[in-house]
């Protein structure tokens, strides 16, 4: 199984960026998407997690300013990063839990917002 995530990038203050993270490779369906993010210095926290049935919560950090989605046709998980902060400036890892074994992760794209 392979996590592919993409869109990150330098963006200045106030911008967007839209996330993306495919998986290939499994027979088993995918339950929950996540996306988290580790700053340079600081632990990995969870973002934003999406429920195969569609139900989704965020960290409070991010309420409000991201959205996280998901295209099961496609083992796709998208996050919608708007009105960003120097303070979102991370590593962004996507993961994926299955019905059956371990969560997979992404390789992480990063994120810098700076002026």
């Known amino acids: 199984v392979q996590l592919q995530a993409s869109g990150g990038g330098l963006v200045q203050p106030g911008g967007s960026l839209r996330l993306s993270c495919t998986a290939s490779g499994s027979i088993f369906s995918i339950t929950a998407m996540k996306w988290y993010r580790q700053a340079p210095g600081k632990q990995r926290e969870l973002v934003a997690t999406?429920?195969?049935?569609?139900?989704?919560n965020y960290a409070d950090s991010v309420e409000d300013r991201f959205t996280i989605s998901r295209d099961n046709a496609k083992d796709t998980v998208y996050l919608q990063l708007n009105n960003l902060k120097p303070e979102d400036t991370a590593d962004y890892y996507c993961?994926?839990?299955?019905?059956?074994?371990?969560?997979?992760w992404g390789q992480g794209t990063l994120v810098t917002v700076s002026s």
């Open positions: 999406i429920t195969s049935g569609g139900s989704t």
């Open positions: 993961n994926f839990a299955y019905s059956f074994g371990p969560s997979r």
